[in-house]
């Protein structure tokens, strides 16, 4: 299997900042990676896909960058309903692997 | 507009079987491939299988081999889930995802609200 390490696994940021988060996989898979967004008790949500097509109906403060085995998802200036999990996951085997997800939280 | 209803949370005893379903609407149903992803308590996202809306072939995730079986109700428009042998790790939210393609792109771009399954004796 190819394994996605997030980094960090938490962070906590005010509104108005910006924030990165990344990912890397364990071997390459090209662009085949997509990011969800998570908040408690809800279902996971696209954001991104393959590397960097923005979901329609997605906010452009939210980007995602990367090939290979190194990825971010940036966004440009948090607002208060970005306060979620994040989560990135590979297409590129047939046996899609997610990583263990970034806990966003409010400083 | 999309959307996807699935059926409610069920408790198992170890050992037992559970099937969740998941009912589409808003979109041409066998048009669309459908993926199983679960999520146990503080865990990641754990993909499971799919299957061709279209024709009704499924491919599981070897993680999963031999215990889980996906079909697909066209009538209906629903997608179902049946998992066996349950264990305790078995414990966990899963979730019916659409496909943004026909045949498998990998892309989930709408889900279910979620099924809890609890194994516990």
Redesign the interface.
């Known amino acids: 299997d190819i394994q996605m390490t997030q980094s960090p696994s938490s962070l906590s940021a005010s509104v108005g900042d910006r924030v990165t988060i990344t990912c890397r996989a364990s071997q390459t898979i090209s662009s085949?990676l997509?990011w969800?967004q998570q908040k408690p008790g809800?279902?996971?949500?696209?954001l991104i896909?393959?590397a960097s097509s923005l979901?329609s109906g997605v906010p452009s403060r939210f980007s995602g960058s990367g090939s290979g085995t190194d990825f971010t998802l940036t966004i440009s200036s948090l607002q208060p309903e970005d306060f979620a999990a994040y989560?990135c996951?590979q297409?590129y085997s047939?046996?899609?692997?997610?990583?263990?997800?970034t806990k966003l939280e409010i400083k | 507009q999309v959307q996807f209803v699935q059926s409610g949370t069920e408790v198992k005893k170890p050992g037992a079987s559970v099937k969740v379903s998941c009912k589409a609407s808003g979109y041409s149903f066998t048009s669309y491939a459908m993926h199983w992803v679960r999520q146990a308590p503080g865990q990641?996202?754990?993909?499971m299988g799919w299957i061709n809306a279209g024709n009704g072939n499924p491919?599981y995730?070897?993680n999963f081999q031999g215990r889980v079986t996906i079909t697909r109700d066209t009538s209906a428009s629903t997608t179902h889930m049946e998992l066996s042998s349950l264990r305790s790790e078995d414990t966990a939210v899963y979730?019916c995802?659409r496909d943004?393609g026909s045949y498998?792109?990998?892309?989930?771009?709408y889900?279910?609200?979620?099924t809890l399954v609890t194994v516990t004796s």
């Open positions: 085949y997509n969800y809800k279902a996971p949500k696209l896909y393959t979901q989560y996951q297409i047939t046996h899609y692997t997610f990583g263990q997800g | 990641r996202l754990e993909w491919t995730s070897q979730y995802a943004r498998r792109l990998g892309i989930f771009d889900w279910g609200q979620g």
